[in-house]
């Protein structure tokens, strides 16, 4: 499998910069790639592809948010089981997009600066809306863990006292992490997760977040208070999502001869290839397989469960690998199913060590495959088992299915060095990479 | 439950760091059983290799980890068998002991302690979210009783230290009536110290058994470096840095701190630079010294002292962490701590590993 998948990648297509004026990158059949593939993969070229891997992945997400924001402006319109089913799936296949960018982030100080406001997590929603006290846990020392901004017109955290009685989304936005505390999350994917699903209280059993629609009806019905703020907090968090994609939709776009796209182009390509895999190995060992994976299932703990509300976290880890697995091929599937491709960090290692890039390509596959396994026992139509399920105590099974994640997560980290290695980059750190000492 | 075997082979050895010097032990870990067969066989190591001293005085601090646990264990079953205010004292006394010889060999994140997670075991930290408290309640609760194999089995967050510290020293269990003494209570202290002890005498043995395969492989002199740049990393970007509010939000936050609920944070500092000093640095003077970079030496020598010296001073005035970040003098004093520290993290992981040519990985700075 990895074989055939390895000889089968078009090496050097040139994505159609042109095409973005319609702001949709066209994918090339095969034969242009057979054509092509004679030629060198240059590191240049390398970083050109990725530059348009990553434009398409945001403007994916870009698209998928106003999605989740129209479906938002219609559950608040006319709440009802129907429409706040459809925000909700709504949200689902915004995350698939949005997750496959976060390779993105480490490397890219853009990106990593700015996504805190989209994805922070975990989150103390006691900060947002009501919780049912006796089963929420916050962070230690988080003065604002039970501000419920919702409930209030004013919130005083840590001796100051502000004025919530207008949300806005720039309200929103300066309300992170208030008070000095990092699980203070105001904006972002898992508020609107929170503000859909309500909190988890199932533990470790079967069932999501059970929030009722009557929390957004707009008469005698509204259940829990407040409706009509809760209803104008999901719409300014939504506006707010689509607003911060936009700003990094332009950041990537073809178009703009100033913006960070041009920024890692004028730069030697070495040091964006450098970027490309302190992304890759960062979000593979620290972050997914570390903080992700491991700390919920060390300690049993579905508090560290990335996407609690939902409980799509399945779908969060699976798209996060995915995303990975992107940056190293060179290609991306687009959410109408068309292919973003075009020369790679595999094509690079492959003329350097192939013996190195068929490794790394399988430990890939089999990270997908090992997190997709994750993805089918919580998919499955009959006794889904969701990561909560699986991070029980005393759950062999599941704890199983967790490890293989995280030690096939390992594994490729250990080549995604190796690689860097091989071209030459000496240091992952990226901060006082070879001077400064 | 006993976990998947696989998922012994591979696993990080504290919360922050996924260090990527652990990765090489994946191997070397499979080659344990194998090291200890060739002991016998090979010879190249002298006792004065850096790696030689390495061991040997790896070994010491194992060994008085192992001494201390023992120690707190049997204080334990005493204090439960005949509870009294000194018995109390005295337990107290030898879970600080204890915990600080946890922190003098903090720093080694390869070897045994890298195996089923036993970093974590020992020390379940930064714990934001106090699993450490919900997970221990549970076994306080509906007439629960703690064993150390259901300890062993369960949440690694009541595995440790921190989970003792929370039944001898917390507020709040005083607050809802629970009282050290009480037989749930009892049942949990003895579980967890007796399941600490039973670690430590593993991580001997193993520790033992990993000689020959560690004093004859050249890469471990790297991954050794990198275990002491990674603990002082989380000793200054994270141990010290997050109460500070340095790191991050600007919030001081007391519970980021180590041990918050005893209030020996700086103690636990304080034994982690002991343990750079006795464990860590006659290995590596012995390596400065066969690269020919003896001048490192006396710098290095010199920032350990003074580093001590500071903190020592502060643990002098008998004021905690928590208490001295509350004042703006407290505040000052931990700042120039802050400081101090950070020079001898420039030392170490600038200006030596560069000399050694010591290339870093990905390490605790990567996740968010």
Redesign the interface.
């Known amino acids: 499998m990895p074989v055939s998948r390895f000889s089968l990648r078009p090496i050097a297509v040139v994505i159609a910069a042109s095409a973005a004026a319609t702001l949709s990158l066209t994918a090339h059949s095969d034969s242009t790639a057979d054509q092509t593939s004679k030629q060198a993969v240059t590191q240049a070229a390398v970083v050109k592809n990725y530059t348009d891997l990553a434009f398409a992945t945001f403007q994916d997400a870009l698209t998928a948010a106003k999605a989740l924001d129209a479906a938002t402006d219609a559950l608040i319109k006319a709440p009802s089981e129907e429409t706040l089913k459809a925000a909700k799936q709504a949200w689902l296949a915004a995350r698939v997009p949005y997750m496959q960018t976060e390779v993105l982030r ?1 490397g890219n100080a853009i990106v ?1 600066n700015w996504e805190g406001q989209l994805n922070a997590w ?1 989150l103390d929603e006691g900060l947002i809306d009501y919780v049912d006290t006796g089963d929420y ?5 988080n003065a604002g863990a039970k501000a419920n901004i919702i409930a209030s017109q004013t919130i005083n955290i ?1 001796g100051e006292s502000i004025d919530v009685s207008t949300l806005t989304p720039e309200l929103l936005a300066s309300l992170n ?1 208030i ?5 203070n999350v105001a904006t972002g994917y898992h508020a609107i997760e929170f503000l859909l699903w309500g909190q988890d209280l199932h533990g470790f059993e079967p069932g999501a977040g059970e929030r009722p629609v009557t929390d957004y009806a707009q008469n005698d019905n509204c259940t829990h208070g407040n409706c009509e703020r809760r209803a104008t907090y999901l719409d300014a968090a939504t506006d707010l999502l689509v607003n911060d994609l936009e700003w990094m939709v332009a950041q990537w776009s073809p178009d703009d001869a100033d913006n960070y796209r041009a920024e890692l182009l004028a730069m030697q390509p070495s040091a964006v290839i450098k970027k490309m895999l ?1 992304g890759m ?2 979000l593979s ?3 997914l ?3 992700r994976m ?2 919920a299932l ?4 579905f ?2 469960e990335h996407d609690c509300f939902s409980d799509n976290t399945h779908n969060s880890h699976f798209y996060d690998a995915k995303g990975i697995q992107n940056v190293y091929l060179g290609t991306y599937t687009r959410i109408n199913g068309s292919t973003v491709e075009g020369p790679s960090l595999a094509g690079l290692v492959a003329e350097a060590n192939p013996e190195l890039d068929a490794t790394l390509t399988a430990q890939l596959e089999t990270t997908m495959n090992a997190v997709g396994v994750m993805k089918k026992k919580a998919e499955a139509e009959t006794k889904p088992v969701t990561f909560d399920m699986l991070i029980a ?2 759950n ?1 099974e599941g ?2 299915v967790v ?2 994640s ?2 096939a997560l ?2 490729q ?2 080549s995604i ?1 190796k690689v860097a290695r091989e071209l030459g980059i ?4 990226p901060d ?1 990479a070879g001077h ?2 | ?4 075997a ?2 012994r ?4 050895a504290s ?1 922050a760091p ?1 260090s ?1 010097a652990r ?1 090489l032990l ?1 191997g070397a870990l499979g080659l344990l059983a194998a090291g200890a067969a060739m002991a016998a066989a090979t010879g190249s190591a002298t006792d004065t290799a850096p790696r030689a001293i390495w061991h040997a005085d790896i070994a010491t601090g194992y060994e008085r980890l192992l001494e201390s646990t023992r120690a707190l264990d049997q204080a334990t079953q005493r204090f439960c068998d005949a509870p009294s205010a000194s018995a109390l004292d005295e337990l107290k006394g030898d879970w600080r002991d204890a915990f600080f010889d946890w922190q003098r060999v903090r720093f080694v994140d390869f070897g045994p302690i890298d195996l089923d ?1 036993r970093a ?1 075991q020992f020390q ?1 930290w930064p ?5 450490v408290a ?2 221990a309640d549970y076994w306080l609760s509906d007439g629960r009783t703690a064993t150390s194999e259901a300890i062993a ?5 009541v595995q440790g230290f921190p989970a003792l510290e929370y039944l001898l020293f917390d507020a709040s269990l005083a607050g809802r009536g629970i009282k050290p003494s009480d037989a749930q209570a009892c049942a949990l202290l003895t579980a967890i110290a007796g399941h600490l002890a039973q670690e430590a005498t593993e991580v001997n043995q193993e520790w033992q058994a990993f000689a020959t395969f560690y004093k004859t492989t050249d890469t471990l002199t790297d991954t050794t470096i990198h275990a002491a740049m990674t603990g002082l990393e989380i000793l200054v970007d994270r141990r010290l840095a997050s109460p500070l ?1 340095l790191r ?9 701190a180590d041990a918050w609920r005893s209030g020996v944070s700086l103690g636990t500092l304080r034994a982690s630079i002991e343990g750079m000093k006795r464990y860590f640095a006659p290995g590596l003077r012995a390596l400065l010294a066969e690269r020919g970079l003896d001048e490192l030496i006396a710098p290095l020598d010199e920032q350990l002292a003074s580093t001590l010296a500071e903190i020592q001073a502060l643990e002098k005035r008998e004021r905690s962490l928590g208490e001295m970040l509350e004042t703006q003098e407290g505040y000052a004093d931990l700042q120039s701590l802050f400081i101090e520290a950070s020079q001898l993290k420039q030392l170490i992981n ?2 030596i ?2 000399a050694l040519g010591v ?10």
């Not at chain 1, 846990?137 to 020392?141: P, T």
């Not at chain 1, 060390?298 to 703990?301: D, L, R, W």
């Not at chain 2, 991050?248 to 980021?256: L, S």
């Open positions: 480490f990593d975990p846990h916050y962070a230690l020392g840590g992490e008070g000095g505390s990092e699980a302190f190995g960062s060992l620290g972050e397989a570390g903080e491991k700390v060390e300690a049993n703990s508090e560290d105590p005393g062999a704890a199983k490890s293989d995280i030690v390992v594994q980290t250990g060095e000496e240091s992952m750190q006082d400064a000492f | 439950m006993i976990r998947p696989i998922f082979s591979v696993s990080f919360r996924c990527f990765l994946t997670s974590w379940f714990d934001s979210k106090n699993l919900r997970k089995g369960g949440s690694i967050a509010g991050g939000t600007p919030q001081v936050n007391p519970y980021a600038g200006r590993a560069a290339v870093t990985g990905f390490n605790s700075s990567d996740g968010d």
